[in-house]
């Protein structure tokens, strides 16, 4: 597989607080890459890197193999990284169109596009088709997302993102507070992402939904990498072992 993503020996330090000692990452193109670990083992603070919220005191981090240092997230989208946080980031009083194109509106041709006029119905268009295109259940373009199930409101947020990320999507914890039904549907949508050749990084707890959709997991403990499984043949017992420390593949 072909690393579109890499971080190598990353370091963050908050005064005397070592957030990150030396964390590695590989993220590949097509692939669903599960990121796990106990609350304090450094996965937020990872992302925020690798999204360009927030910089590192130390390592080395490359996209397509050249090296690069994300300035902001404004950076990191123009190269083609995207991340939906638990929030969703989703304004609620406007539908899913105007949610995708938000910050990237269409203009209109002609004078209307110089006065400023947004051209709705192409956002509208496109929108539609890149949630059918995805296989998800949003086909009303006019509800506002605050009346959208928290399954579909996923949906927006994640088909916002892979309409502009090229390279790299984050998904944070995409399944928090759903049920049965629209987890599965998530899920799916994950898989399709991944399939379209974009590098999918899964932060999640939830331990079956992680074996169910990952092709690889990485564990970080105390803020480095301490193992590193394939999605097929692992189990939670596992995964639990190398995120409480009693099992360590330091080797990684």
């Known amino acids: 597989m072909t690393a579109v993503l890499e971080a190598d020996s990353i370091t963050k330090r908050y005064g005397h607080v070592t957030a990150l000692d030396g964390a590695s990452f590989t993220a590949n193109a097509g692939e669903v890459t599960a990121l796990i670990g106990d609350n304090g083992a450094g996965k937020s603070t990872l992302v925020k890197i690798l999204s360009g919220v927030i910089a590192h005191d130390e390592g080395t981090i ?8 994300l300035e902001s997230p404004q950076h990191a989208r123009e190269l083609g990284i995207e991340t939906v946080f638990q929030d969703l980031a989703l304004a609620p009083d406007l539908g899913p169109a105007e949610n995708m194109f938000v910050g990237r509106e269409i203009l209109r041709g002609g004078w209307g596009g110089r006065l400023g006029v947004l051209d709705k119905a192409r956002m509208r268009r496109e929108a539609l088709e890149s949630f059918v295109s995805m296989g998800t259940d949003v086909k009303d373009m006019f509800a506002p997302v605050a009346s959208l199930s928290g399954g579909q409101r996923q949906s927006v947020a994640i088909c916002r993102s892979i309409k502009w990320a090229s390279n790299v999507l984050f998904l944070d914890e995409p399944t928090a507070a759903l049920g049965v039904r629209q987890t599965r549907n998530v899920l799916d949508l994950v898989r399709r992402v991944a399939a379209r050749g974009v590098a999918v990084i899964l932060i999640s ?40 420390g009693a099992l360590d593949q330091r080797a990684a």
């Open 62 to 69: 490359r996209l397509d193999g050249e090296r690069v240092r």
């Open 205 to 244: 707890h939830n331990m079956p939904d992680v074996l169910q959709v990952s092709d690889r997991i990485e564990v970080l403990r105390l803020g480095r990498r301490v193992a590193q499984f394939p999605g097929q043949g692992t189990s939670i017992e596992q995964l639990v072992g190398a995120m409480t």
